[in-house]
């Protein structure tokens, strides 16, 4: 029996639809009216479309008919007889074939009465009349040089050797057999009618599944609904399914195992294909399980199984998965990324997440659907360009969208751009709200509160409000969520999720309000201004966010929303406002136009109080604190322990004090060790009068003191505290003493200014970086980065900007964090520290020498300046003591003195 094993993956231009099955290359005088005459009958009989050049004129160059009849084949079979050779017409055929198996072309040969190695070596006959070519085209010895190294290729390839040693009729048979497996194999799938962006991810594919590689491997392909898994796989399956000795494209797995009767058809489909025809002859799941295990377990195989929901959906096709012959390859299309993790344990499992398409593709596909061509007219461009912006990448969108479109005038395409923003799409609707009915009821609710209320937020803030609301450990439900894609964690640890996804969560949030007359979670600011101006029932309302278009003046009455757990408010000014309810995790309020909170609201459920551009002076505990731009917020009290983020760019009236605080308190929720001293001294650190900065005020106290006392307030006077504290009533101030808490894995910490400490951080310098040296152990640190904001154009002040830190060791560049400021940021310093457990696996050396980099994203000069001022490290170093008179003429420092310098 033959083994495919073609190297070559085939071009797209393969993907179109073959006129041949087969065609048969052959010398007419040994073979025309015995073996092939026979072998084509048997063919044509059994349905497989042959091409024979019995009717075609000879000449002494092939004929353009057939080499298109070649190109047009998708298997070839080359009966090699005693006079092959001295045909050049049949040597320029093997040419032809060999360049079209190059591009996916499946070639078979038959050594009919001579020996394969007098084939590959060019003895005997096939000898002879080579050399003769040699001497007769020496005009032209590439031409004979092609014809020896098709020789030597066709010879080497697996296919059947016919000595008149059995039947002849047999021997076709067995031929006939394993043409239409191949044939199966050859039948491509439809794909999609404009592929664009296909080839990027094909390519990708290709080289995960590595298919040289003669392991066992199981793919998944994974994404948001909507981005193209299926279509990716069926590019994939028709680019490399003759590679195989059986394939099979199993569609919609998850829809039809619903039924008995459809994971048996699912079963009789892969035997069959697989199998070139044989039916599946035995009853039962579990019987069929385990003839399909035993029949295929020899056979190289490709097997896609597309949209699978559940595990159970795999094993009911291929029970265990560790039963597969060396070189196949399983891919699977799924939503949920982590639900095959368990096969991991049988074969090589890899993930590839399909990502949205960039812009161009976007609007090449847009364009294609929506007028038949690649680009717009003039006239549709700005709308063209809303309705991508819209899309976000997701092919499904842009194909109903355009369609949608297509033939219509401009007024039809600012009224459906309008609908479309407003009211989802219910072709789309329906695709993306699979993956929302896969859920449970508690997972149901945690997407739904994440897609009105915490798109953005920090992931551990995002648990420990949702753990406050739900009263139990929500990690595993959002892991569920992204493991759907649902929802992404972005580098910065925030969650995040598809602006079309998120349309889907508001949409169904709005469907269950009406179903049920009662409003849980308002998020569209209509709704909202409706029902706290109306007199309609409020106990059921557990989140709300306001978002008027210009600010307005309201009365809101919040006393009887006794559910209400969220609160987000833009744009209104209320200057009475009576109370909160108390069960408030979040509240959000930009510009909050009152100078405390209400006197009887208790925030003992409080987890994250966000109020920039507002003149409050703080009162009580939270988790996150956001004070951006609390321009006459002058003090700080010490915040509780569970408090993990404080952001208090542009409070520049806080004082000496708080600032001194914040940082004490900064290290000491880290752990991170004390009276830490650089062995080099002041040359990795800032002077004085070495700056030319402005005189600031943020660490103003007397350095000499502080020096002595090394432990960094953390064991200060509790009564100068509490003192303190008192004017603010902070009841759990006082427990801050207790170092009973655990210590955070990450903490950030925002302040105004652009003078990092001394007498914290040991390692400094002016730009964007700062180098130290550690040995075997790579300890902990944290960082300080100070940035200088010049915005030069204010209509961009809502808009962000991207800082990321970067690790170089050995080598190796770790990205550490990244994340966005807005654009209306003054200068401030970002304190951030973050317990990397992934770095503990680097091999150090006995010296290493660090290099913490920090990168801001480039903007347009006439927008803004962002100017990287100074670079800090708190670290316990090996850096050696800098002998300024040893080293003056050495060529090599490994821990180099400050230099000044400013980077952008």
Known sequence: MAILTNKQAFSSSFTQRCKYDVFLSFRGEDTRNGFTSNLNGILRHNGINTFMDDELQRGEKI??????????????????????????????????????????????????????????????????????????????MNKVQRWRAALNEAGNLSGWDYKNDRPQFRFIQEIFEEISSAKLNCSQVFVVKYPVGIDSRVKEISCCLDIESNDVRVLVIHGLPGIGKTTVAKAIFNLIAYHFEGSSFLEDVRENSKTNDGVLQLQEALYYEILGGRNLKVHGISKRINVIMEKLHHKKILLILDDVEKLVQVENLLGKCNWFASGSRIIITTREKKLLSTLREDCHLIYYKVKELNEHESRELFCQHAFKRNKPTEDYLELVHQFIVYAKGLPLVLKIIGSDLYDKNLHCWKSALDKYKRIPNSDIQEVLKISYDGLDRIQQDIFLDIACFLKGFYKNLVVDILQSSNFHDPYYDIEKLIGKSLIVVANDDKLLMHDLIQQMGLEIA?????????????????????????DMELDEIQGITLSLPQPRKMQLNLEKMRSLKYLIIRNVICEDL???????????????????????FEPTKLIALKMPWSHIELDEHFEILGLHHCWNLPKIPRLPHCIQVVFAIGCNSLNSQSRRRLLNQFEEFIG?????????????????????????????????????????????????????????????????????????????LLLPGTK???????????????????????????????????????????????????MNITGFKRLLVSTHFSLDSVSFMWFYYIRDNSLEDIILEDWNEI?????????????ANITIERCGVHVSCICPPFNFAANEDANFNPCPPLKKMRTS
């Open 851 to 863: 290099k913490i980099l920090c990168k801001c994203s480039d903007l347009d000069p006439e927008i």
């Open 510 to 534: 709005r469907q269950e309000s009406e179903v049920s007359r009662k409003h849980r979670r308002l998020s569209c600011y209509e709704d909202a201004f409706e029902v706290l101006n109306g």
């Open 756 to 806: 990092i400490p001394k007498w914290w951080f040991n390692h400094q310098s002016f730009g964007s970086s700062v180098s130290f040296s550690v040995g075997r152990k790579l300890p902990s640190f944290a960082i300080c980065v100070a940035l200088k904001l010049e915005l030069k154009d204010v209509t961009y002040r809502c808009d962000v900007f991207n800082c990321s830190i970067y």
């Open 63 to 140: 004929s353009t008919e057939l080499l298109e009849a070649i190109e047009n084949s998708k298997i070839s079979i080359i009966v090699f007889s005693k006079n092959y050779a001295t045909s050049t017409w049949c040597l320029d055929e093997l040419v032809k074939i060999l360049e079209c198996k190059k591009n996916g072309q499946v070639v078979f040969p038959v050594f009919y009465e001579v020996d394969p190695s007098d084939v590959r070596n060019q003895r005997g006959k096939f000898g002879e009349v080579l050399a003769k070519y040699e001497e007769n085209f020496k005009y032209d």
């Open 578 to 600: 009576k109370s909160f309810p108390n069960g408030l995790r979040l509240l959000d309020w930009n510009e909050f136009p009152l100078l405390s909170l209400p006197s009887t």
């Open 672 to 748: 991170l060790q004390q009276n830490i001293v650089c062995a080099r001294g002041i040359w990795h650190q800032d002077s004085d009068s070495e700056t030319n900065f402005e005189s600031e005020l943020e660490f103003d106290f007397d350095e000499a003191t502080f020096e002595t006392d090394s432990t960094f307030e953390t064991k200060s006077n509790p009564e100068a505290d509490n003192e303190f504290v008192s004017e603010f009533e902070l009841n759990e101030a006082t427990s801050e003493t207790d170092l009973t808490w655990k210590l955070y894995d990450s903490y950030s």
